[in-house]
């Protein structure tokens, strides 16, 4: 009797393998050949899969936004735990969350000069954002009601700490321990969330998030 295949599991399982290869050995050294060995196909198995290496890529963009949006459903599920904790599922504070991290760096360091990758990078950040904002939503009761500019400033803020914290914990972690890492998260959380209310408060929400998008006018606090 043949044995019966599940495609949608060998696909994950290449492109988890492809996550690992990238964080390893930089983006360009990652070849098909190498992915293939190290998931221990053919390249002629991996091609029934995918059609190139870019092809691949995407598969393991998609399966790390499908893990990280995994974590969060099942933590939300359980007991309850602050927004600080479900951020932190984007840092790298164990195995495979730096494996997922150091596979962004190999990934980011190809992008500008690639009009494809380009795109995807695009749509990776929209949806990152969009799993960030509902943790927001449902972890500070405020957040509805702010204005629109000045949640669409936190967000994006928050965003840009963490992956600009990334490549440095990545790069040397014996400097970034998860306690500072944690502790670099809380504070930015803890003034952002301040600076909103004010903003919000005061009205003023709209001329700071536009200051913010023009280059050495942002009042906002700094990370």
């Known amino acids: 009797m043949p044995k019966i295949v599940d495609h949608a599991a060998r696909r994950d399982e290449i ?8 964080a390893q050995h930089g983006f360009q050294q990652a070849t098909v050949v190498k992915i293939a060995r190290e998931a221990g196909y053919t390249t002629g198995m991996i091609a029934h899969y995918f059609d190139s290496k870019q092809e691949i890529i995407l ?16 933590r939300s599920a359980g007991a309850p735990i602050g927004l600080l904790d479900l951020l932190a599922e984007s840092l790298p504070l164990d195995e ?23 795109r995807i990078n695009s749509w990776v950040h929209r949806e990152y954002m969009r799993l960030y904002e509902r943790s927001f939503a449902a972890h500070w009761p405020e957040w509805p009601g702010w204005p629109q500019p000045v949640r669409a400033q936190v967000l994006g803020a928050v965003t840009t700490f963490i992956n600009g914290l990334t490549p440095s914990a990545v790069l040397s972690p014996s400097e970034w321990p998860a306690e500072r890492l944690l502790g670099q998260l809380a504070l930015q959380l ?34």
């Open 15 to 22: 492109a988890l393998v492809a996550c690992r290869v990238v």
């Open 190 to 223: 803890e003034l952002w969330r301040a600076w909103a209310a004010e903003a919000a408060r005061t009205g003023g929400g709209a001329i700071e998030a536009r200051a913010a998008r023009k280059p050495g006018r942002a009042r906002a606090p700094a990370g």
């Open 59 to 74: 598969a393991a963009l998609r399966l790390i936004l499908k893990r990280m949006e995994e974590r969060l459903g099942a």
């Open 96 to 118: 495979q969350r730096t494996t997922e991290c150091a596979f962004w760096i190999g990934f980011w360091g190809q992008v500008p000069t690639d009009r494809r990758l380009k």
